[in-house]
């Protein structure tokens, strides 16, 4: 059974950091694309940030460039999304997905973050 | 900036057909986007229904269907039914590793 778990998430004041992890299983990690979606309350999905497999690139959206990386270790399965510089508006529930080449196949059930003072 | 358009919300009867789209705040969408569509029930992760346009992902009902029409990607209901009560997300591939995802379609079936 495929199984994403994400963790790491939780109340961070305007400027701070936190580190998501997504724990894995039950997929040959180390030969998917993987990323983060998240989802600010009530709101729709955006896409965050995307890693190769072998960990070589990793593509973000405009509005986190420079301040998130993306990484993994495909030794232990599992991925992270470093948050530097928090801003309020990156208030969101966080998932991890798997990318199949085609779509998000398998997501976890998300880590909420949320920005405040 | 690109923006993925979709219809905020939709109304539909049980058993009738319903349409959604997805489209381009400039250009079209064509199959090049390898347009998805996802399912969310509140509280619930995301669930693929269609990818790369038309191909169902494995166990969704064949009365979903994906296509292209005119200048937008379309997800059809064949026949709604209430648990067919969701949100609807569609995403496009821009190219370089970059997705970007429509801001959802709140499809009510009463």
């Known amino acids: 059974e495929v199984q994403l778990v994400e963790s790491g998430g939780g109340l961070v004041q305007p400027g701070g950091s936190l580190r998501l992890s997504c724990a894995t299983s039950?997929?040959?990690?180390?030969?998917?694309?993987m990323s983060w979606v998240r989802q600010a309350p009530g709101k729709g999905l955006e896409w965050v940030a995307t890693?190769?497999?072998?960990?070589?690139?990793?593509y973000y959206v405009d509005s986190v460039k420079g301040r998130f990386t993306i990484s993994r270790d495909n030794a232990k399965n599992s991925l992270s999304l470093q948050m530097n510089s928090l801003r309020a508006e990156d208030t969101s529930v966080y998932y991890c997905?798997?990318?199949?080449?085609?779509?998000?196949?398998?997501w976890g059930q998300g880590t909420l973050v949320t920005v405040s003072s | 900036q690109t923006v993925v358009t979709q219809e905020p919300s939709f109304s539909v009867s049980p058993g009738e057909t319903v349409t959604l789209t997805c489209g381009l705040n400039?250009?079209?969408?064509?199959?090049?986007?390898?347009p998805s569509w996802y399912q969310q029930t509140p509280g619930q992760a995301p669930r693929t229904l269609i990818f790369?346009?038309?191909t169902r992902s494995s166990g969704v009902p064949d009365r979903f269907s994906g296509s292209i029409l005119g200048n937008k990607a379309a997800l059809t209901i064949t026949g709604a039914q209430a648990d067919d009560e969701s949100d609807y997300y569609c995403?496009?591939?821009?190219?370089?590793?970059?997705?970007?995802f429509g801001g959802g379609t709140k499809l009510t079936v009463l």
């Open positions: 997905a798997s990318y199949s080449g085609y779509d998000f196949d398998y």
């Open positions: 039950g997929f040959t990690f180390s030969s998917y694309w």
């Open positions: 890693i190769k497999p072998d960990g070589s690139e990793k």
């Open positions: 400039s250009g079209s969408v064509s199959t090049t986007y390898y």
């Open positions: 790369s346009t038309n």
């Open positions: 995403v496009l591939y821009m190219g370089s590793g970059i997705w970007v």
